[in-house]
């Protein structure tokens, strides 16, 4: 079963608009969430995770994230895209009381229009 | 710190051949993670070493396996390639192990196989 779910696997913006990035998990139990970002030909660094703390996660390079139990989302987003922002972003799960490896999303790849 | 390597980062093989691919984690770090990355499937895990024992294994079948050395550097080998095995294969390292979510990733070793 799917643990995580992406919405859009590429999303367009123009520099300077909103980024927003979907993430939706599916657990019975409050999971560990973190969004990942992938530049070309490199590996993933993480950009900000949740653990049960703060609900809203503040992350590197202006990134936040806000955990929503309600709507078990925990979406990316960004106040002003920036050209460089323009990358593969995955959002991964750990679900309590399972593995404790992570599931990744299938990405979202953010392209930014100048 | 030094981060993550993998060698080799590209590599042809032909159907039937195996393949080896090596990892250095970052200083310290004692777990170390595979991952194969493809347009399709995306992240999958294959497994995780820490302190020279497989903790966890993915959903892979026997030709996928891996070890890990008294110096934390681990290596992973695919026998008997098919084609369906061209991906990226990346690695990463923790501290204590992949629950943390807090994974440094390489910048992967890309198996084309013909």
């Known amino acids: 079963a799917q643990s995580v779910t992406q919405l859009g696997s590429h999303v367009s913006v123009s520099e300077g608009a909103l980024v927003l990035l979907r993430c939706n998990y599916s657990s019975s139990v409050p999971p560990y969430l973190f969004w990942y970002v992938q530049y070309p030909n490199q590996g993933l660094q993480l950009l900000l995770k949740?653990?049960?703390?703060?609900?809203l996660v503040k992350g590197i390079n202006g990134f936040e994230a806000e955990f929503k139990k309600s709507e078990t989302s925990f979406h990316l987003t960004k106040p002003s895209a920036h050209m460089s922002d323009a990358a593969e972003y995955f959002c991964?799960?750990?679900?309590?009381?399972?593995?404790?490896?992570?599931?990744f999303g299938r990405g979202t790849s953010l392209i930014v229009h100048p | 710190k030094a981060g993550v390597t993998q060698t080799p980062r590209y590599l042809i093989k032909t159907r039937g051949q195996q393949v080896t691919l090596s990892c250095s984690p970052i200083?310290?770090?004692?777990?170390v993670s595979w991952y194969q990355q493809t347009p399709g499937q995306g992240l999958q895990f294959l497994f995780e070493y820490f302190s020279e024992t497989q903790r966890n294994k993915g959903n892979f079948p026997g030709r996928f396996s891996g070890r890990q050395f008294s110096n934390s550097r681990s290596e992973m080998n695919v026998s008997t390639l098919e084609l369906g095995d061209s991906a990226l294969y990346l690695c990463?390292?923790?501290?204590?192990?992949?629950?943390?979510?807090?994974?440094?990733f390489g910048e992967g070793s890309r198996l084309t196989v013909l």
């Open positions: 200083s310290g770090h004692r777990s």
């Open positions: 949740y653990t049960s703390a703060a609900t």
């Open positions: 991964a799960v750990i679900k309590s009381g399972g593995s404790y490896i992570p599931t």
């Open positions: 990463a390292s923790s501290l204590s192990g992949p629950n943390t979510g807090e994974l440094f």
